[in-house]
């Protein structure tokens, strides 16, 4: 998926904020809560995970495609975007993963 379906799925989702969540997964998300969009998120990455373990890759790539939505919606309830993901992942260009850490501690 290219960054700009990724931005498009982004738009899709801040557009459902206030919609009604009987028509739609991701409004009822928003309706109840950062805590229930955070467990989402750490649903959809267990089940990541499991898949990464399992004798078939292509098995990722379904669980790898909720977790990033979920990511997405969680990142747009906290008011944050793509664009905030892009600047720090800027930032930590250039250094190496051990220096990144040493620098948050």
Do not use: C, N, W
Not at 6 to 30: K, M, N, Q
Not at 70 to 89: P, Q
């Amino acid at each position: 998926m290219a960054s700009d379906q990724l931005d498009a799925l982004e738009a899709l989702i801040r557009s459902r904020r206030g919609t009604d969540p009987d028509a739609s997964y991701v409004a009822r998300l928003f309706t109840r809560g950062r805590a229930k969009i955070a467990q989402k998120v750490g649903e959809e990455a267990v089940e990541t995970v499991i898949a990464a373990v399992g004798d078939d890759p292509a098995a990722i790539v379904p669980e790898a495609a909720d977790l990033v939505f979920h990511l997405l919606v969680l990142l747009a309830d906290a008011g944050l975007s793509l664009d905030d993901v892009r600047a720090e992942l800027a930032r930590r260009e250039g250094l190496s993963g051990l220096e990144e850490k040493a620098r948050r501690a």
